[in-house]
C-alpha cells in the first residue's frame, strides 16, 4: 500500500510547488478565529518521545479546525505491554482514528505506518530522519520575517549529524533555493552532509558561516545521543556557542532561529535567546498556524 493521500511523511519527496502551496494556505490560518474544516475528525497524536511545542502545537491547530484529538503515548498505553507499532497503528485506526500525527525514536516508522494504513500520516519527526513540520513552520517564519527565501544565505550551526529538525531544513531550504551553510565539528557535522543538496556547503568556522548569514539557525546539541562520540562540551562552547559578539559577524539584519528546546549556556547564552534578533517564540507561535494547514491538507480541505 502507499502512503494515504495528504500523508506528510518527509520534505525530500515534497515538490517546492507544494511546500509554497502548504506555507500560503497557512497565511490563512487563525487560531483565534476557528474554521470547522475537520469538523468531525479525529486526530490521533501517537507520540513515542517527548515533545512539548510539536505536540501541543498540532493539538491546538487540531482543535481550531474542530477536530477531536487523542493523545497516545509510550507511557501509560498498551506500548508499554509491548504492542507493535502496526498493531498499534491497527487498533487506532479501529478506534475511529482520521489522521496520525507520530513522533518515534526509530528513522521511517511514520513511512512504516503509512505503508500498512489506510488514513494520512504525519510525521512529528522520526529518529535521525525528518521533522518536516518543523521545516515548514521555520521557512513560514523566515518568509515572514524575510519576504523571500531564494538567495538568502543561512547558517545552520550545531549538532547536524543527529538533527531530523537540519535533514528537513536542508531539503526545504535548498529546494526554495536559500545557499545553507553547515557548521559544527566533524563529529557533529560530517563532510557527507554537504550532499544532502548541491548547493550546501561545510564549514568547522563559525566566523566563515556567519559571514552575510541573512538566517543564523542554531540546533541543540543533543547530549542523550553523544554516547560514544568524543565531544568536548566545553571546546564546543569555546569555538561554537552563539553570543551576542559573535552574531554580529552575520549580517545587521539577520534573524536567529532555533528549533527549540534550547539550552542556555550551551549552544547560545541568554542574552542571545532573549536577544533582539531572536525569533525563537515566534517559530513556536508559527507552529500553530503551519499545523493547521498540515492538517487541513491532510483531510483535504487545503483549497
Ligand atoms: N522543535 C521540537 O520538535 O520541539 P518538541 O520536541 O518540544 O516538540
Do not use: W
Not at 18 to 24: F, H, M, R, S
Not at 94 to 119: K, T
Request: aromatic share 4%; charged share 25%.
Amino acid at each position: 500500500m502507499s502512503a494515504a493521500r495528504g500523508s506528510l511523511l518527509g520534505i525530500e519527496s515534497l515538490e517546492a510547488a507544494e511546500i509554497l502551496k502548504i506555507l500560503k494556505f497557512a497565511r490563512r490560518m487563525n487560531p483565534n478565529k476557528p474554521r470547522p474544516l475537520l469538523k468531525g475528525k479525529r486526530i490521533f497524536l501517537l507520540f513515542y518521545e517527548p515533545s512539548t511545542r510539536t505536540r501541543s502545537s498540532f493539538e491546538i491547530a487540531a482543535k481550531s479546525l474542530g477536530a477531536q484529538t487523542v493523545l497516545v503515548q509510550t507511557m501509560g498505553s498498551s506500548i508499554e505491554k509491548g504492542e507493535s507499532l502496526l498493531d498499534t497503528g491497527y487498533t487506532l485506526r479501529a478506534v475511529g482514528a482520521d489522521v496520525i500525527v507520530i513522533r518515534h525514536p526509530n528513522s521511517g516508522a511514520p513511512y512504516v505506518m503509512a505503508q500498512h494504513i489506510d488514513i494520512p500520516v504525519i510525521n512529528a519527526g522520526d529518529g535521525l530522519h525528518e521533522h518536516p513540520s518543523q521545516a515548514l513552520l521555520d521557512a513560514y517564519t523566515i518568509l515572514s520575517n524575510k519576504r523571500r527565501i531564494q538567495g538568502l544565505q543561512i547558517a545552520i550551526i550545531g549538532d547536524i549529524f543527529h538533527s531530523r529538525v537540519a535533514r528537513s531544513a536542508c531539503h526545504l531550504l535548498t529546494k526554495l533555493g536559500a545557499k545553507v551553510i553547515l557548521c559544527g565539528p566533524p563529529e557533529l557535522v560530517p563532510d557527507v552532509a554537504a550532499t544532502l543538496a548541491p548547493t550546501i556547503r561545510v564549514t568547522r568556522h563559525l566566523e566563515d558561516a556567519l559571514r552575510g548569514a541573512d538566517v543564523v539557525m542554531l540546533l541543540r546539541v543533543q547530549k542523550e545521543r553523544l554516547a560514544g562520540l568524543r565531544i568536548d562540551l566545553s571546546e564546543y562552547i569555546a569555538r561554537y556557542q552563539m553570543t551576542p559578539a559573535r552574531l554580529k559577524t552575520a549580517k545587521k539584519d539577520a534573524i536567529l532561529m532555533h528549533p527549540g528546546p534550547i539550552i542556555r549556556g550551551l549552544e547560545l547564552t541568554g542574552e542571545i535567546a532573549d536577544g533582539p534578533q531572536s525569533r525563537i517564540l515566534e517559530e513556536v507561535h508559527n507552529g500553530v498556524q503551519t499545523r493547521m494547514a498540515i492538517l487541513a491538507r491532510a483531510v483535504g480541505k487545503m483549497r
